[in-house]
């Protein structure tokens, strides 16, 4: 059975860093495509960070350069590391796996909350 559990989030000041770690259980998420998305209260479902199974990485405009997503394949942990924060960064956090890499995100976690102040 595929799971998904995201951690780390929390509540921070603009400038700080969070790192959120979604473990993955079920399958190997080496194999798969895994992505982090957002929600923020009131907007679409967005998809933030990308990692393909051959290990490639994609960044949505607005976290290029401050967020880092990263697969640990020892631990099949998934981690986002979030620096710069700002408060249009706060949302609910989903880690998803796509198993065919066909943009089709099958499986996703229960979500974890990061709340930027000012």
């Known amino acids: 059975q595929v799971r998904l559990v995201e951690s780390g989030g929390g509540s921070v000041q603009a400038g700080g860093s969070l790192r959120l770690s979604c473990a993955a259980s079920?399958?190997?998420?080496?194999?798969?495509?895994m992505a982090w998305f957002r929600q923020a209260p009131g907007k679409e479902r967005e998809g933030v960070a990308f990692i393909d199974s051959v290990g490639p990485t994609k960044y949505t405009f607005a976290v290029k350069g401050r967020f880092t997503i990263s697969l640990d394949k020892a631990e099949n942990t998934l981690y986002l590391q979030m620096n710069t924060l700002r408060p249009d960064d706060t949302a609910m956090y989903y880690c998803?796996?796509?198993?065919?890499?066909?943009?089709?995100?099958?499986?996703w976690g229960q979500g974890t909350q990061v709340t930027v102040s000012s």
């Open positions: 079920g399958f190997i998420p080496s194999n798969y495509c």
């Open positions: 998803a796996a796509d198993p065919w890499c066909t943009d089709v995100y099958n499986y």
